[in-house]
């Protein structure tokens, strides 16, 4: 097997996935193939050398579908011959995007292969896709299926953290968030949308509220509690007789923002990178994937990252920066505590409770932000993972080089 | 045919009373089962009979389901299907009274079906089958499926027709946790179309409905027809049914049947109603078989006849 690396990775800013979002008037295919012309434009990528782009996309209805990574492809203006994938691992998608590019370098299929994604949240709603998961008995039922809201409220009931714990923690994405762009943690990453004229419509995360503090917070209503008494949190109780009832801790506020994004990041072996004078910027130690308990469903992080670790012979403190989405605060917080995780260690330039979660497109975009990271810091390693829907996690551990 | 008289006016109107002999009140046994597939050849190929009339001859009502004594010998024998042969032929068992249910809604010719005291499980499900329902309005109707509260579930059609009436969310209740129709609630959605006062009333409402409109085509039939409150897929399914389906999972004491009307429910939507109705046979059989609902067949035989004893 071959090593694959990482040469290089952008992201689109992160516009809010609301009507009056900045990218709302850009379709999902024009920011999808603004990723892929810049990341070809930026290294001098001869394009007919990319065996496959691979991109995340969890709503893949409407504009969003009939593969748009191949029609994107087509209209960053790759060569014809470059074919092109959408995934679907849920709210991991762009990371399994990642990997799957790795894997196929690995595998010697491609010399560079393309992995990230696209989400345009605002365009294309949440749930838009439909899906037995929600609705089928035969799994919804049999399987006491509960919204991911539910899940996190679950996590929070059962290994106790409270209102205010999840609440801090969502301050300290946004102060960490803010802090990083006023440093310029994330230039190297974040390419400009341009509109349908050429000009910049978007160059930052719009969704940010740097002045979010824990009394601002403390004023939002649960979100998932109307939700839990509709029938849900008996679900969730029917499944865990243990747990007592469940406390709604999570809001709009310590949850991940609804975003509209994309992001594209290129892996390729190191005669490839040699072959088109690239430099890598990271090898790729190992990736996994994991399924674990479906009701709670956000528990997978934390298994996930054992998976890796044990299979790469590592242990927790030898990797210097974690990265673990913050689809809400109580998953972030469990995977800590699980782990022994040194809050310095996670998330240090927030996540996206602060900056939102396009979600087929932010393992790439998190991916990036760990790699800058690593570089700005002169660390040597980090292991970047998501949640997933239906109880899994999705992993990627890597190194400078 | 032992248990079913017929009678046909001048007309063409044929009055056809189910009066099943040495029983309290109609059930549907084997026998009552082949004569409506006598019943229904007549019916389709009496060139004199424009369309019917379904009654009970019995004053306690219409029929108050199967013939559980002979379900449960049928369902011993389901049980011990395993071959491919032998689950086909016993699932087609399974199906039979639907099939002759929706042969009756099928045969071409209007059927109103008078609805007085007591239509239970099968019972309802047969009035069901007819185009249009006249009630009596009186304090003993009572329109309900009690078949989850026994372990088992409504295998006659209606699961299916029940959601083409009033729609998914709406039928749920009735479906699941047997709440009985209310007459209003029935006149409202269309699982009854008129309310009499008595049984002469209604049959002359009945025989006016045959000689006037008289259409002969369940609305599920005709081409184009759409779930009031929209499809298992619909933006109401995932607001109401996911939701509905998460709290009965905290009933403690459940029902096998449950899980097997939901699924049959969800299933049974997205397809025509006769490949709704095969699905429902399906479930309804899964369900008869199941350890489950043995436990809680057993548990109901046990306490009704301690309840005879005691009243004996």
């Not at chain 1, 029938?231 to 509209?260: E, F, K, L």
């Not at chain 2, 108050?64 to 699932?91: C, K, P, T």
Request: hydrophobic share 45%; net charge negative.
């Amino acid at each position: 097997m071959t090593n694959a690396y990482i040469y290089d990775a952008v992201r689109t800013p992160r516009g809010k996935g609301r009507a009056d979002g900045s990218l709302h008037e850009i379709t999902a295919l024009s920011l999808a193939a603004q990723t892929l012309q810049a990341i070809r434009d930026r290294n001098g990528l001869d394009t007919v050398l990319v065996d496959d782009v691979i991109l995340g996309c969890v709503m893949p209805v409407g504009e969003q579908g009939s593969d748009i990574a191949r029609i994107a492809t087509l209209v960053a203006g790759y060569d014809e011959q470059v074919p092109g994938v959408q995934i679907n691992r849920f709210c991991a998608s762009g990371l399994e995007a990642c990997n799957m590019a790795a894997a196929k370098v690995a595998s010697g299929e491609a010399r560079f292969a393309i992995g990230g994604g696209v989400e345009s949240m605002s365009r294309v709603a949440l749930a838009a896709d439909g899906g037995a998961m929600m609705v089928d008995p035969t799994f919804a039922f049999d399987h006491y299926y509960a919204p991911q809201g539910i899940g996190a409220d679950m996590l929070a009931t059962i290994y106790g953290f409270s209102r205010d714990d999840v609440d801090a923690y969502a301050v300290e994405s946004q102060r960490r968030a803010a802090m990083a762009w006023a440093d310029g943690r994330f230039v190297r990453s974040v390419v400009p949308v341009l509109d349908q004229a050429g000009v910049v419509i978007l160059d930052h995360d719009e969704h940010m509220r740097p002045q979010t503090d824990a009394q601002s917070l403390g004023k939002l209503k649960p979100a998932f509690a109307k939700m839990g008494e509709a029938g849900y949190d008996a679900a969730a109780r029917a499944r865990y007789p243990q747990m007592g009832p469940i406390t709604h801790v999570h809001h709009g506020g310590n949850s991940s923002g609804i975003v509209d994004g994309a992001s594209a990041v290129l892996i390729g072996s190191k005669d490839a990178g040699e072959a088109a004078g690239l430099k890598p910027r990271a090898r790729i130690l190992g990736t996994a994937s994991i399924g674990s308990e479906p009701t709670i469903m956000l528990t997978g992080p934390e298994f996930v990252t054992r998976k890796l670790l044990a299979r790469l012979g590592m242990s927790v403190s030898d990797i210097d920066l974690y990265e673990l989405n913050e689809a809400f605060a109580a998953v972030v917080l469990r995977y800590q505590q699980a782990l022994e995780i040194d809050p310095d260690k996670l998330n240090v330039n927030g996540g996206a409770i602060a900056m939102g979660h396009p979600l087929g497109a932010t393992g790439g975009m998190i991916l990036g932000t760990a790699l800058d990271e690593l570089e700005r810091t002169g660390k040597e390693s980090a292991l970047v993972n998501l949640c997933v829907g239906a109880g899994m996690g999705t992993a990627m551990a890597i190194a400078r080089v | 045919m032992q248990n079913i008289t017929m009678e046909v006016d001048g007309h063409g109107v044929a009055l056809v009373t189910l009066d099943v002999p040495g029983k309290p009140i109609n059930v549907i046994s084997q026998s009552v089962q082949q004569d409506l597939d006598l019943f229904v050849e007549r019916l389709r190929t009496d060139p004199e009979i424009r369309g019917t009339i379904v009654r009970s001859g019995k004053t306690g009502g219409l029929c108050a389901g199967a013939d559980l004594g002979e379900m449960l010998d049928d369902i011993a024998r389901w049980r011990e299907a395993e071959s491919q042969d032998d689950l086909r032929a016993a699932v087609a068992e399974a199906g039979g009274y639907s099939q002759r249910i929706r042969a009756i809604e099928t045969c071409g010719k209007p059927v109103a079906v008078i609805v007085h005291g007591q239509a239970l499980g099968g019972g309802l499900e047969l009035a069901l089958a007819g185009h249009y329902r006249v009630a009596v309005d009186d304090a003993t109707l009572r329109l309900a499926l009690p078949e989850a509260s026994i372990g088992l579930m409504p295998g006659a059609g209606a699961t299916q027709r029940l959601i083409r009436m009033i729609g998914i969310n709406a039928a749920l209740p009735y479906l699941l946790d047997g709440t009985p129709l209310t007459l209003s609630d029935a006149l409202a959605g269309g699982v009854v179309h008129a309310a009499a006062t008595d049984g002469p009333q209604a049959l002359k409402t009945a025989r006016q409905w045959i000689l006037t409109s008289g259409d002969p085509v369940a609305p599920w039939d005709v081409k184009g027809f759409k779930l009031p409150g929209g499809g298992s897929h619909s933006p109401a399914a995932y607001q109401f049914f996911g939701p509905a389906m998460a709290a009965r999972l905290a009933e403690a004491d459940q029902s096998p049947g449950i899980g097997n009307i939901l699924k049959a429910v969800y299933e049974g939507a997205q397809v025509p109603i006769d490949a709704g109705l095969r699905i429902e046979t399906r479930y309804f059989f899964n369900t008869a078989r199941s350890p489950d609902a043995k436990a809680k067949i057993d548990a109901f035989f046990a306490r009704r006849s301690t309840r005879n004893k005691a009243t004996a």
